[in-house]
């Protein structure tokens, strides 16, 4: 294991190359995290309504029966 101490794959190394090119992209990033990812924002009356219309969904989804 102590092979990969120090070990940086391609993509992280090019990804941080091209943020300190494009710091601008890293606001947007943030923006993107937010709108799928991060939902502590809603309100109460929201999170009760969606609570309301959930479908309750079988143990296992290809089951017919």
């Keep these: 294991m102590s092979k990969l101490k120090g070990y940086e794959s391609e993509y992280t190394k090019f990804m941080r190359e091209w943020l300190k090119q494009h710091p601008e992209q890293i606001e947007e990033q ?19 309504r969606r609570a309301a219309v959930k479908v309750p969904q079988k143990p296992y989804y290809y089951d017919v029966n």
Excluded at 30 to 48: F, M, S
Aim: glycine fraction near 10%.
């Design 30 to 48: 943030q923006k993107g995290r937010a709108l799928w990812w991060d939902r502590g924002n809603l309100d109460p009356d929201e999170l009760a």
